[in-house]
């Protein structure tokens, strides 16, 4: 759970701008002909394919080259990876309305890099070593070379904005030259005459046809106006695995609590459980180690038929012997993982190399993506070595958009900047990605900025809604990952309690949460086939602190055991 909650409390909302429709006027200089347009240029009609394009997607679509370089419109504006987009035949825009300050509000998926992500080690994909020249540009960020025909349709026709650096040489594809771009595929036409002899490859229709979309997305709309953007709809039905983050008492008297919340785990019918095993309790001095109190408790859980993940944090003091930057030693770390996971071999099944590094506090007091790397190096090298049946969890980060070193950093950055370092290392040390998302006040079916909550506050940012988790997918998915399953390791709604900082909880009455609760579980399973395992946070945090702490208002359970209504909600809920 963030230990952390940022209280931006800005109400104001960005909202999706509206479409002006007026009577048709004379089609503006450079729209294609069989093009129908309004009046004020705020929308245009396509016969050609039957779809609208309206601002901000029209504005982009004239400014960067239109019809010859991104062909006609082939689906309406619909909701897809949390963001609101519009399939053309040569490309695929995207609303980022946060950015439009910037300049940046419409941007182009980078088709061309998603296509060819297993692709990277072929001749073609290599950088090359090489300088600019009155035939050639070079781009140092990936090493490629901008030649002739390439190079003037680029520098003409919308440039890094609409494709991006170039990721791969000339080569010959297929009978053609061609050369791939972050968000485009060049292609030359020889048979053609200038200046249509460069063309775009039809990545946009590849890219509909690759994946499921809601019918009503790709029927046309006819000529009688655009149509409002289709939001998130249920295109599969896929299971997901139902789990708690469970809190448990290391004491021997306690060890029958233990197993009666194991026993409301099993009788939930969820059948994973989460928990935090602390590096600094286990090993308290150097070479020390206690671990039958985590025996106790696997044992206990195994003997009900409930699976464990085991996140190890919380380092002992002796171990922080380390510049900051560095959650704890890394050497100290690989020799505990060691002796750890071949202690608990064929017993523990999956183990979380830390928890929410992108927190000052977790992250030795300055939060460094390459320094997380070096436990997720050693602490996998130990999974592997001592127990290689067991998954590694990459750690899931705490829901922010801030970017303050030394307090917290935006989880999405976190995680790009992650995955991307040395070549993607991070990919080869986990088998499981681990993200955290939250909602705040905010219901699930809410998403930032384009249909934000209709509470009072907490609703201004993406950190505060649980669909943040389809930014960070399509975040593993551009580092070449989109094959490993994602574990939501915590997600939750808390209900009312007096701590400012969490003021969100105030508009969740019980009943909410359960129902949220439920909806999640039916959000990823209809729409989110990524997504393998959802671990709930918390089911019984109140037995420790009483009513008095926050993370008891996300509880499942009263402070006495007793189940509140989400507890019920997720017994009923049906399973897998």
């Known amino acids: 759970m963030r230990r952390l909650i940022l ?8 909202l999706a701008p509206a479409v002006t429709l007026a009577t048709p006027a004379v089609p503006q200089a450079g729209i294609p002909p069989g093009q129908s347009t309004l009046g004020d240029g705020k929308a245009a009609y396509f016969p050609e ?42 490309a695929v825009f995207e609303r980022h309305d946060h950015l439009a300050g910037a300049g940046y509000e419409v941007l182009v998926t980078r088709l061309g890099a998603l296509t060819t992500l297993d692709r990277r080690n072929e001749p073609p994909f290599q950088p090359v070593d090489a300088a600019n020249d009155h035939h050639c540009r070079v781009f140092p960020a990936t090493g490629h070379r901008l030649c002739g025909g390439f190079r003037i349709y ?11 650096y170039p990721i791969s040489e000339e080569f010959i594809e297929n009978g053609r030259t061609v050369q791939y771009f972050e968000r485009a595929r060049f292609e030359w036409h020889p048979e053609n005459p200038w200046p249509h002899d460069v063309l775009l490859g039809h990545l946009g229709r590849q890219a509909l046809a690759a994946r499921p979309v809601p019918p009503l997305a790709v029927t046309p709309e006819g000529p009688a106006g655009p149509t409002p953007p289709i939001g998130p709809q249920p295109l599969y039905n896929h299971p997901v695995g139902c789990a708690f983050n469970v809190f448990w008492w290391g004491d021997e008297p306690n060890h029958v609590t233990n197993e009666t919340y194991l026993d409301l785990v099993r009788d939930a019918g969820c059948d994973w459980v989460r ?17 039958h109190p985590l025996d106790r408790f696997v044992d206990a859980a195994r003997e009900r038929g409930l699976h464990v993940l085991v996140t190890v944090n919380a380092p ?12 704890a030693n890394p050497v100290s770390f690989g020799r505990f993982m ?27 007091g300055l939060i460094r993506p390459a320094g997380y790397l070096e436990l997720l190096r050693v602490g996998s090298q130990a999974v592997r070595r001592h127990d290689p049946d067991a998954l590694v969890v990459l750690a899931g980060m705490a829901p922010s958009s801030l970017r303050e070193r030394t307090v917290i950093w935006d989880d999405l950055a976190y995680t790009e900047e992650l995955l ?81 900082s969490w003021g969100f909880s105030k508009w969740v009455s019980e009943e909410d949460q359960a129902r949220y609760l439920v909806r999640a579980y039916e959000i990823a399973r209809t729409e989110w086939p990524w997504v393998e395992r959802m671990f709930i946070w918390n089911l019984n945090f109140g037995a420790f602190n009483g009513d008095g702490h926050p993370f008891t208002a996300y509880a499942l359970l009263y402070p006495d055991g007793t189940p509140r209504p989400a507890y019920e909600a997720i017994k009923a809920m049906p399973k897998e």
């Open 316 to 327: 002992p003091a002796w171990a922080l012997d380390i510049p900051p930057g560095t959650p």
């Open 49 to 90: 394919t039957g779809f609208w394009v309206s601002d901000p997607f029209l504005r982009f679509w004239e400014q960067n080259g239109g019809l010859p370089t991104f062909g006609y419109p082939i689906s309406r504006v619909f909701y897809q990876d949390g963001l609101l987009r519009q399939y053309f035949e040569r």
């Open 275 to 291: 928990v935090q095993g602390q590096w600094g309790l286990m090993e308290p001095e150097p070479g020390y180690y206690i671990f």
């Open 420 to 500: 991307a370092l040395n070549g993607g290392e991070a990919g080869r040390y986990i088998d499981v990605i681990g993200i955290h998302a939250y909602g705040a006040g905010n219901p699930p079916d809410n998403y930032w900025p384009s249909n934000p909550a209709n509470t009072p506050a907490w609703n201004n940012a993406p950190e505060f809604y649980f669909r943040r988790a389809e930014a960070l997918h399509a975040a593993v998915v551009n580092a070449g990952l989109g094959h490993l399953p994602i574990w939501i390791t915590e997600f939750g709604w808390g209900t009312a309690t007096d701590w400012p």
């Open 154 to 164: 680029w520098e003409t026709r919308g440039g890094l904005a609409a494709f991006g």
């Open 7 to 14: 209280t931006l409390l800005v109400v104001g909302l960005l």
């Open 338 to 364: 060691e002796v750890l996971v071949a202690h608990f071999r064929g017993r523990v099944d999956a183990w979380q190399i830390w928890n929410e590094p992108n927190i000052a506090q977790e992250a030795g």
